[in-house]
Structures are given as structure tokens and as C-alpha cells.
């Protein structure tokens, strides 16, 4: 894989009115599915937007559709390449999958094609619709007509430079919009909660949404572009942390475990990114930070013998509660695991998408533990992707996912400035910290949670910036 340097060029785009709008469409789309399904509303809505929140995605797919395919302007990328392969064993384990099984007792393929359907819309909205927002040709303009004709003018390397620098500040738009959204939404949840406006949910912190565990997975996944965005705006002062400062401390108070784990993860990554690019310099950095942190520590040694610290410990640890492995993980994956090594074919092509929801419905019919506790997943994207789809779905789905987040380490090195260093990072950081939440939560394949669509915007726009930058 060669790395290919861009020719800088002194255009300066100037963003029209119509991009601004078009910007919006992708965190429009995203918002009736993060509010709907996940926020404590009133039961009137929730019906009225059960069907309501698939207006956006619906738009967003429609506008590419009639901007990008209808034109013969499609272009197709790795990104695509794989959603097919993975599409299309969706299809060819739901269709093959075991017809005399008791999950059709659970209405399986009810299950299965309905979300199917909803990841075939999903992948269509972004294959197409943001597509044909970060290739909108009229989206950009030059300032100056000298300019245009420089441009018109300059050789192949140049105008793929310029096309290039485009689609990343389009790129950028998109990832902002986003973010000040879910900024918005963690304001007013969290305040909300502060002041008892909104009630808290299942006796912790979190926001609007009724399960902590959403508020802290949507969290350490837009916490990385927060960090990106403090960068990147210099005038704004102080105000620049706000956002990264009310999204930590909504998934601190939320009290889930595994943002602890992903922040751990990203802190990692983090800094053998910045080591690769900078060199021996950050190590100066981390190092002051690790030392100031252990001084902190140090001077306040009684912590580790006060109760905070006795009731930190104890979730953290307590098997028989919500510990590093709750009773949850301690039931679902030995289950999830026997059945998806039952046989060769489940082994290897899984039991039919939506057979997950369906498998643990029948385990309600027959044991009321179940039922009672509401267990409606495996509690693992990799376990519950595995089940359905087999290992062979799941290497499909996770290697290309992994690969974009450990060569960006590689990449690293090559890159052209800070600016770019830093945005690349921020997009492969979330997908990282997704990655690290699929260890724990199954939201991923599932597009009505919260945290779902913002990953699978980000995984797309990464590709994209990937193949602007390879030959």
C-alpha cells in the first residue's frame, strides 16, 4: 500500500448555503432513532415515533438514490465491498437456517427480516446518501473565478488534491453537526437529572435516555471527536471543553463499567498513535501526566480506605452483581457459545439473523428467570454477531473494522500535518471505542440504539478518506 503526498493548493473553499443544509441530513437521520427508541418520553410518542424514525434514514437513502445512483455517479469502495459480503450471508444463513428449530416458536424469521431490513436501509443511506453529500459537487466553490480556472487547469495529482481536501472539510461538517447534537443532548439530560426535571433511570445518572448503559456507550463513542473538536477550534477559549466536559462526566455518572474499560483501551491507542507521529516528545507529555496523577494518588492515600473506595471496588468486582462480568455475561455467553458451536453449518454461517432476540425469547418460554430479567440479547456483539451470522460473518464484519483502527498506528508516521493527524485519529478513536463496547453490549447491529448509526457514519467517512489517500 503505497502513501501518496498531495499537492497542497491555495484555494480556499467556501462552504454554500446548500452544503450547510445537506451537512444536517446525516445527525437528522440519526436523532428519531437516538430520542425515540431510547429516551424517556411519553407513551404516545413512543408509538407515533415507532414508525416516525425511520423518516430520516428514508430521506437520506431517497436523496442518494436520486443524486448519486439514478446519475450513474455511484462509486463503490472497500467499505462496500465487505456490507455486501456480510448482506449477503445475512441472506444465505436466515434462508438455510434450521426450519424445524423451535426458535420459529418465536416468531424467527418475523424477527430476522425486519432487521434486515433496517441494516439494508442503513447501509443504503450511507452508501448513497452520504456519499453523494461528501461528493456533492456543488457543495464547493472557489472564491475567486482566477482560482476556478487554476484549478481547471492543473494537472490530474492537483485536482485529485483539491478533491480530496474536499471531501474531508465536507467530512469534517458532517462529524460537527453530529457532535453538537449529542453535546445538546447530554446538556439537557444531564442538567435535567441534576435538578430532578428529567428522573433518573434504573437508580443512576443518565440523561434522557432510560438505561445508564446507552448514555455511557453513545458517550465513549463521541468523546473521542469532542477531544478532535477542543483541538481544532482555537478561538473558542475554554468553551472549546465543554463538550468533552459534559460528556465525561454524564458516563462517569452513569456508573457503567465498560466506558472504563474503553477509556482505558483509547488512552492506550492515544498514545502509541501520538508516539508514532511525534516521536519521543509525547512520552515527555505522558510521562509529566502520569507522575502528576500518581502525586495526586499519593497525597491522598485515605482514599483507598474510605467507603467511595470500598463501594468502587465492590462493583467493580462482585460477581453476583453488576461486576466486570455480571450475572448477565455469566449466563448468556456459555449459552450463546454452545449453540453457535452445536454444528458445522452454525459454526460457520450461524443460526439466521434475528435469531439472537428469538433464541432467548424461547429460553423465556421455558424459564422465567429469563423473562423476568428482560434478557434480550447476548450481552456481545461478538457473541451475538457470531450466533447469527457464524464466524464467518463475524471475521467479515469485525477484521475490516480492526484493520482501519490498527493501521491508522502505521499511518501515523506519514501524515501530511497535525490537522490530519488529529481527525484521523478521532475517527479510528471511535471506532476503537465502539470495538470496545461490542465486548460488552450488543447495540451494534442494531440500529435503533443510540450509538449505532454515529460508529457506522464514522467507519464510512474513515474508508472514504482512506481510498482519497491510496493509490
Same mark, same amino acid.
Given at each position: 500500500?503505497?502513501?501518496?503526498?498531495?499537492?497542497?493548493?491555495?484555494?480556499?473553499?467556501?462552504?454554500?448555503?446548500?452544503?450547510?443544509?445537506?451537512?444536517?441530513?446525516?445527525?437528522?437521520?440519526?436523532?428519531?432513532?437516538?430520542?425515540?427508541?431510547?429516551?424517556?418520553?411519553?407513551?404516545?410518542?413512543?408509538?407515533?415515533?415507532?414508525?416516525?424514525?425511520?423518516?430520516?434514514?428514508?430521506?437520506?437513502?431517497?436523496?442518494?438514490?436520486?443524486?448519486?445512483?439514478?446519475?450513474?455517479?455511484?462509486?463503490?469502495?472497500?467499505?462496500?465491498?465487505?456490507?455486501?459480503?456480510?448482506?449477503?450471508?445475512?441472506?444465505?444463513?436466515?434462508?438455510?437456517?434450521?426450519?424445524?428449530?423451535?426458535?420459529?416458536?418465536?416468531?424467527?424469521?418475523?424477527?430476522?427480516?425486519?432487521?434486515?431490513?433496517?441494516?439494508?436501509?442503513?447501509?443504503?443511506?450511507?452508501?448513497?446518501?452520504?456519499?453523494?453529500?461528501?461528493?456533492?459537487?456543488?457543495?464547493?466553490?472557489?472564491?475567486?473565478?482566477?482560482?476556478?480556472?487554476?484549478?481547471?487547469?492543473?494537472?490530474?495529482?492537483?485536482?485529485?488534491?483539491?478533491?480530496?481536501?474536499?471531501?474531508?472539510?465536507?467530512?469534517?461538517?458532517?462529524?460537527?453537526?453530529?457532535?453538537?447534537?449529542?453535546?445538546?443532548?447530554?446538556?439537557?439530560?444531564?442538567?435535567?437529572?441534576?435538578?430532578?426535571?428529567?428522573?433518573?433511570?434504573?437508580?443512576?445518572?443518565?440523561?434522557?435516555?432510560?438505561?445508564?448503559?446507552?448514555?455511557?456507550?453513545?458517550?465513549?463513542?463521541?468523546?473521542?471527536?469532542?477531544?478532535?473538536?477542543?483541538?481544532?477550534?482555537?478561538?473558542?477559549?475554554? %468553551?472549546?471543553?465543554?463538550?468533552? %466536559?459534559?460528556?465525561?462526566?454524564?458516563?462517569?455518572?452513569?456508573?457503567?463499567?465498560?466506558?472504563?474499560?474503553?477509556?482505558?483501551?483509547?488512552?492506550?491507542?492515544?498514545?502509541?498513535?501520538?508516539?508514532?507521529?511525534?516521536?519521543?516528545?509525547?512520552?515527555?507529555?505522558?510521562?509529566?501526566?502520569?507522575?502528576?496523577?500518581?502525586?495526586?494518588?499519593?497525597?491522598?492515600?485515605?482514599?483507598?480506605?474510605?467507603?467511595?473506595?470500598?463501594?468502587?471496588?465492590?462493583?467493580?468486582?462482585?460477581?453476583?452483581?453488576?461486576?466486570?462480568?455480571? %450475572?448477565?455475561?455469566?449466563?448468556?455467553?456459555?449459552?450463546?457459545?454452545?449453540?453457535?458451536?452445536?454444528?458445522?453449518?452454525?459454526?460457520?454461517?450461524?443460526?439466521?439473523?434475528?435469531?439472537?432476540?428469538?433464541?432467548?425469547?424461547?429460553?423465556?418460554?421455558?424459564?422465567?428467570?429469563?423473562?423476568?430479567?428482560?434478557?434480550?440479547?447476548?450481552?456481545?456483539?461478538?457473541?451475538?454477531?457470531?450466533?447469527?451470522?457464524?464466524?464467518?460473518?463475524?471475521?467479515?464484519?469485525?477484521?475490516?473494522?480492526?484493520?482501519?483502527?490498527?493501521?491508522?498506528?502505521?499511518?501515523?508516521? +506519514?501524515?501530511?500535518?497535525?490537522?490530519?493527524?488529529?481527525?484521523?485519529?478521532?475517527?479510528?478513536?471511535?471506532?476503537?471505542?465502539? +470495538?470496545?463496547?461490542?465486548?460488552?453490549?450488543?447495540?451494534?447491529?442494531?440500529?435503533?440504539?443510540?450509538?449505532?448509526?454515529?460508529?457506522?457514519?464514522?467507519?464510512?467517512?474513515?474508508?472514504?478518506?482512506?481510498?482519497?489517500?491510496?493509490?
Amino acid at each position: 500500500m503505497t502513501k501518496t503526498y498531495q499537492i497542497q493548493t491555495n484555494e480556499t473553499p467556501v462552504i454554500t448555503q446548500k452544503n450547510k443544509f445537506l451537512n444536517w441530513l446525516p445527525t437528522i437521520a440519526w436523532l428519531p432513532f437516538a430520542l425515540v427508541i431510547n429516551s424517556i418520553v411519553i407513551p404516545p410518542i413512543i408509538s407515533f415515533g415507532y414508525w416516525g424514525r425511520w423518516i430520516g434514514l428514508f430521506i437520506l437513502t431517497v436523496f442518494g438514490f436520486w443524486q448519486l445512483f439514478l446519475p450513474g455517479k455511484w462509486q463503490q469502495n472497500r467499505f462496500d465491498r465487505y456490507a455486501i459480503l456480510v448482506l449477503t450471508l445475512i441472506a444465505i444463513s436466515t434462508v438455510f437456517a434450521d426450519s424445524d428449530s423451535a426458535l420459529h416458536a418465536s416468531k424467527f424469521y418475523e424477527t430476522g427480516v425486519f432487521k434486515a431490513f433496517s441494516i439494508l436501509l442503513t447501509y443504503l443511506s450511507l452508501t448513497w446518501g452520504l456519499q453523494s453529500i461528501l461528493n456533492n459537487g456543488d457543495s464547493l466553490t472557489l472564491q475567486k473565478d482566477r482560482a476556478m480556472k487554476t484549478l481547471r487547469d492543473s494537472p490530474p495529482e492537483t485536482l485529485a488534491s483539491g478533491n480530496a481536501k474536499s471531501i474531508r472539510e465536507r467530512a469534517k461538517a458532517v462529524i460537527h453537526n453530529l457532535l453538537l447534537v449529542a453535546t445538546l443532548i447530554y446538556t439537557v439530560g444531564l442538567f435535567g437529572n441534576l435538578l430532578k426535571i428529567i428522573p433518573q433511570s434504573l437508580g443512576a445518572y443518565c440523561g434522557i435516555f432510560f438505561n445508564p448503559n446507552t448514555t455511557a456507550a453513545l458517550g465513549i463513542v463521541i468523546l473521542p471527536l469532542s477531544i478532535w473538536f477542543a483541538s481544532q477550534n482555537k478561538r473558542l477559549g475554554m %468553551f472549546k471543553f465543554f463538550p468533552t %466536559f459534559v460528556i465525561f462526566t454524564a458516563i462517569i455518572l452513569s456508573g457503567a463499567r465498560t466506558p472504563l474499560f474503553a477509556i482505558g483501551i483509547l488512552i492506550i491507542y492515544h498514545f502509541i498513535c501520538w508516539w508514532k507521529y511525534k516521536g519521543g516528545e509525547i512520552i515527555v507529555i505522558y510521562g509529566i501526566f502520569a507522575i502528576i496523577i500518581s502525586l495526586i494518588l499519593i497525597l491522598s492515600i485515605d482514599f483507598w480506605e474510605s467507603p467511595l473506595f470500598t463501594q468502587l471496588y465492590e462493583s467493580l468486582t462482585n460477581p453476583n452483581g453488576a461486576g466486570i462480568t455480571s %450475572f448477565r455475561t455469566n449466563l448468556l455467553w456459555p449459552l450463546f457459545i454452545q449453540e453457535i458451536f452445536a454444528s458445522p453449518v452454525s459454526a460457520l454461517i450461524g443460526h439466521g439473523w434475528g435469531s439472537e432476540e428469538a433464541f432467548l425469547k424461547l429460553q423465556g418460554m421455558e424459564n422465567n428467570f429469563f423473562e423476568r430479567w428482560s434478557l434480550g440479547s447476548a450481552h456481545s456483539a461478538y457473541v451475538g454477531l457470531t450466533y447469527q451470522i457464524g464466524i464467518l460473518g463475524s471475521l467479515l464484519t469485525f477484521i475490516p473494522l480492526w484493520s482501519l483502527v490498527v493501521s491508522h498506528i502505521n499511518q501515523s508516521s +506519514l501524515a501530511l500535518n497535525k490537522e490530519e493527524f488529529e481527525f484521523r485519529l478521532a475517527l479510528t478513536s471511535t471506532i476503537l471505542a465502539e +470495538l470496545c463496547v461490542c465486548f460488552f453490549e450488543t447495540g451494534f447491529y442494531n440500529i435503533g440504539s443510540a450509538h449505532a448509526l454515529p460508529v457506522w457514519l464514522v467507519a464510512y467517512i474513515a474508508v472514504k478518506i482512506n481510498d482519497q489517500q491510496e493509490i
